[in-house]
């Protein structure tokens, strides 16, 4: 069935380094990509998105690009900020399961000043 | 803000208790999905439902149950309440294409429940 495998954490980075989260992912057909990002005591929020291969979905100076040759989707920032500190979940939905969402486990981030 | 509302917030009970946890979607999403998300567990899909009717199922235990309303809000009912419910519960919406992968869902801020 679809999966999605992201990176175990927790990430401890210093300011202004460069992140890289891996996720990879299982799926039949064609589907989208998500990340999502939950901070401390919030809801998850939709960080960016691609929902076609080669596309790459940005925010917020992060990045991520659907690549389907190698199932992967990681997420990118060039240089992190404290306030960057929060769990990413890496996600996809496909039509051909009803757009049911899939989930990765969480990657948690602390970014120290 | 989503445009996704879940109340309470908070809610502490006691084991063996029933509770019953509200979500309004974001206004013209007709899908509302159901999570669990707790420290040793992570997110969980529990339920999603269409346009009042139930469209996929998750892992959801057989004392949790849920329904969508006409007018598209939904309850996540828990009985029967065990330690190990204690958790976040997140409702998410969205517009429920089923014929295109690009759905997103946007999420609430979720209720806390625990249970004591």
């Known amino acids: 069935g679809d999966s999605v495998t992201q990176m175990e954490g927790p990430v401890t980075l210093s300011e202004e380094a460069f992140l890289t989260i891996n996720c990879t992912y299982t799926?039949?057909?064609?589907?989208?990509l998500f990340w999502y990002v939950q901070y401390p005591g919030e809801g998850l929020q939709l960080l960016l998105k691609?929902?076609?291969?080669?596309d790459k979905g940005s925010n917020k100076g992060f990045e991520a690009t659907y690549r389907k040759e190698t199932t992967s989707f990681h997420l990118e920032k060039g240089s992190v900020q404290v306030s960057d500190s929060a769990v990413y979940f890496c996600?996809?939905?496909?039509?051909?399961?009803?757009?049911?969402?899939?989930f990765g486990t969480g990657t948690s981030l602390t970014v120290i000043p | 803000d989503s445009g996704v509302t879940q109340t309470p917030k908070h809610l502490i009970t006691a084991t063996g208790q029933r509770v019953t946890l509200r979500c309004s979607p974001r206004?013209?999403?007709?899908?509302v999905y159901w999570y669990q998300q707790s420290l040793d567990q992570g997110l969980q899909f529990l339920i999603q439902?269409?346009?009042?009717?139930?469209?996929a199922k998750g892992n959801i235990l057989e004392r949790f149950s849920a329904q969508q309303f006409p007018d598209l809000h939904s309850e996540l009912n828990l009985s029967s309440l065990e330690l190990g419910d204690s958790a976040l519960y997140f409702c998410?919406?969205?517009?429920?294409?089923?014929?295109?992968?690009?759905?997103?869902?946007?999420f609430g801020p979720g209720t806390r429940l625990t249970v004591l």
């Open positions: 998410a919406s969205s517009v429920g294409h089923r014929d295109r992968g690009t759905d997103t869902q946007y």
């Open positions: 799926a039949t057909g064609y589907p989208s």
């Open positions: 691609a929902t076609k291969a080669d």
């Open positions: 996600a996809l939905s496909s039509s051909n399961t009803g757009n049911q969402f899939y």
């Open positions: 206004s013209g999403d007709l899908s």
């Open positions: 439902y269409y346009n009042g009717e139930e469209r």
